[in-house]
C-alpha cells in the first residue's frame, strides 16, 4: 500500500455566492444556501494579518478601543477562489480573510 492510498481528500468548505455591504454589516450567502452577517467592526477585529496578529503566538495586536464603533468596508477584492481582501474606512487593507475565517466570523441568519 501506497501514501496515496492512506491519504483522504479534505472535506469541501462553502464558498460565498455573494456579498452585500449595507452601512455597518456586511452580508454574505453561502452555496449552502447559509446566509451569514458581520459586522464591519467585527470584521476589521477579527483580521488575520501579521500586523493584527502575532505570528508565533497568535495574539491580538490590535486593541479593540483602536477600532471606530462606526468603521465601513470600503472595498472587497477576490483573492484566488479561496479568499477576499477587504479594505476599510481607516485605510487598513492587508487582511486575508478565508472562506473558513468570514465563515467562522458570521452569524448565521
Same mark, same amino acid.
Given at each position: 500500500?501506497s501514501?496515496?492510498?492512506?491519504?483522504?481528500?479534505?472535506a469541501?468548505?462553502p464558498? @460565498?455566492v455573494s456579498?452585500?455591504?449595507? @452601512?455597518?454589516? &456586511? +452580508?454574505?450567502?453561502?452555496?449552502?444556501?447559509v446566509?451569514?452577517?458581520?459586522? %464591519?467592526? *467585527? &470584521?476589521? &477585529?477579527?483580521? @488575520?494579518?501579521?500586523?493584527? /496578529?502575532e *505570528?508565533? =503566538?497568535?495574539?491580538?495586536m490590535v486593541?479593540? =478601543? +483602536?477600532?471606530?464603533?462606526d468603521?465601513? $468596508? /470600503?472595498a472587497?477584492?477576490? /483573492?484566488?477562489?479561496?479568499? $477576499?481582501? /477587504?479594505?476599510?474606512?481607516?485605510?487598513h =487593507?492587508?487582511g486575508?480573510? %478565508?472562506?473558513?475565517?468570514?465563515r467562522s466570523?458570521?452569524? $448565521?441568519?
Amino acid at each position: 500500500m501506497s501514501l496515496w492510498d492512506h491519504m483522504k481528500p479534505a472535506a469541501r468548505l462553502p464558498a @460565498p455566492v455573494s456579498f452585500e455591504r449595507l @452601512p455597518g454589516l &456586511l +452580508q454574505i450567502r453561502w452555496d449552502d444556501l447559509v446566509h451569514t452577517e458581520i459586522t %464591519s467592526r *467585527e &470584521l476589521r &477585529l477579527g483580521c @488575520p494579518c501579521a500586523a493584527c /496578529v502575532e *505570528e508565533w =503566538s497568535g495574539r491580538r495586536m490590535v486593541d479593540a =478601543s +483602536q477600532i471606530a464603533d462606526d468603521i465601513g $468596508v /470600503v472595498a472587497i477584492e477576490p /483573492v484566488g477562489n479561496y479568499a $477576499v481582501t /477587504v479594505t476599510f474606512t481607516d485605510g487598513h =487593507s492587508t487582511g486575508i480573510y %478565508s472562506w473558513k475565517t468570514l465563515r467562522s466570523l458570521g452569524k $448565521v441568519l
